[in-house]
């Protein structure tokens, strides 16, 4: 489709992006954008504002001018897009920014476009370790060297999550789940170097549930599950967004996805 051709022009602008992100990392400013008590959550950097800015400005410069943008921060380039149209491009640029802070590599910048009913385009790129994934529909592809990371001991049939425990949002499929093996863990018990998607990502955890993701990072996990043909249980709408529950202001989308290889 003429969108996912457009946007795979800018793949190079993405790698861009995200050596932008390395070369900003020493020098970068962090300021508090919400109050919840949670790091992954209340802080923004100079690095974010930049790295955003850069991408939106290449991408306004082409017909994608005429799609709607949902993007992490408040940047000026957001006013620059559609205010709605049938396909929606998410723009996270650098998720983990709390990692990126502490000197952890596990950070990505996220690019994706959804119909509204499911992702058809997905590059997250982890630009510290030059690695990443690329999904188009239902073809997947890594590129780059998969890192090691280091983390606790992960029990076969681990299902990972990252705010929402799986068991008090879907407790009926949770007990199913629990009487076949599966255990649940949020992600700071496996790891502090890396966040839900990459474990996902990485093959060390079998599962992985988002609850109210946040729109412009929750998408990665079910696109890429969709692709693996692993089992999918969703009850998401992707035709809005919502202010966040638990901050009260990036874009949310309601609802949730359980994926398990």
């Known amino acids: 489709m003429k969108e996912i051709k457009i946007i795979q ?15 900003l990392r020493n020098d970068a400013v962090v300021k508090q954008k919400h109050n919840t008590g949670i790091k992954d959550i209340d802080i923004v950097t100079s690095s974010d504002l930049a790295v955003q800015e850069f991408v939106l400005q290449k991408l306004v410069k082409s017909e994608l001018k005429h799609y709607e943008i949902v993007a992490e921060e408040d940047t000026p380039g957001k006013n620059l897009f559609a205010k709605s149209s049938d396909y929606v491009i998410t723009i996270d640029p650098i998720d983990g920014t709390n990692l990126y802070i ?17 992702p058809i385009y997905t590059f997250c790129y982890f630009p510290e370790v030059k690695w990443g994934v690329k999904i188009v529909y239902d073809r997947y592809q890594f590129f780059g060297n998969k890192p090691e990371i280091i983390h606790n001991t992960v029990l076969p049939k681990t299902v990972v999550y990252s705010f929402y ?67 999918v249980y969703q009850n998401i709408d992707l035709t809005k967004t919502v202010p966040s529950i638990i901050s009260g202001g990036n874009d949310e989308y309601r609802g949730n996805y359980l994926v398990i290889r």
């Open 9 to 23: 022009q800018f793949e190079d602008v993405f790698i861009e992006a995200g050596k932008l992100a390395v070369k």
């Open 165 to 231: 425990n799986p068991i008090d949002c879907i407790s009926g499929q949770s007990a199913k789940l629990l009487k076949k093996g599966y255990v649940f863990r949020n992600k700071k018990e496996i790891t502090d170097d890396a966040g839900s998607t990459a474990l996902f990502l990485l093959g060390i955890v079998d599962g992985y549930f988002e609850e109210n993701g946040s729109a412009v990072d929750c998408l990665v996990g079910l696109h890429y599950a969709l692709a693996r043909g692993f089992k």
């Open 102 to 118: 502490s000197g952890k590599k596990m950070y990505s910048i996220i690019i994706t476009i959804h119909n509204k009913k499911r």
